[in-house]
């Protein structure tokens, strides 16, 4: 399951820029979960070409170590159980990679909220420089159809012109509305076409309204990859 994932393994440790507020990891989690801190992916074979699903950062380094090792557990936050019961029922799993922008896991505090403002500007410039390459090598990695950048954080960072900057969509939504584009990456090994969309995070589907409203998103994307994909 994480051979795949391997090749990333010697950028993921020296290509990026970890701050004082963030430390590196690698898979420690042996069950189902986010990508860096398991593999990502619920098949044995690695979703290529399929969906890209994009969280904020791992969480914390607390969190991250009460699950390593034997015997095997999965990731039991919010985030993970909604994913889960949300994307991976909509869509085929074992189409899915499920990945951060932010690498890492934060050193203290909480997993809530933007971890950006904890850094001092020079530094978040640096680190979000980094991840952003990193970010394309997971583009390359994958070559996924679709990607699904979760919450407004990712939105702010990945929408300017400098990351992926193409011209945005408004898809309306019963309770307010999610974005899409079609990016062209340049990739090391040549451009690739991705649909983009920016959407409700999935850590919010709580309570049946707002699951709901988050559900109806991933059914929405469920049906884009289905029109792109064949």
Known sequence: MSQRTDLLKQALNDDIYYPPQMKHIDRGILGDGFYPGASGTTNITFPVGKVMLVGRDFGTMD???????????????????HTKKIYLEIFDSADVWCTNYLMGVRVNGSAKGNVAPSMDPQSWLRYEATCWDFFLK???????????????????????????????????????????CDHMFQLKSGPHTARIHFLKHPHSAIGPANAAAVRAQAIFANKQFHRIAH
């Open 63 to 81: 969190y991250y170590e009460r699950l390593c090792g034997n015997p095997p557990r999965s990731e039991t936050a919010l985030t993970w159980r």
């Open 138 to 180: 997971q583009v390359e990695l994958q070559k996924p159809a679709l990607i699904i950048i979760f919450g407004d954080d990712n939105q702010i960072d990945l929408s300017r012109a400098s990351r992926i900057g193409s011209p945005l969509k408004a898809i309306p939504f019963a309770d307010g509305e999610g974005s899409l």
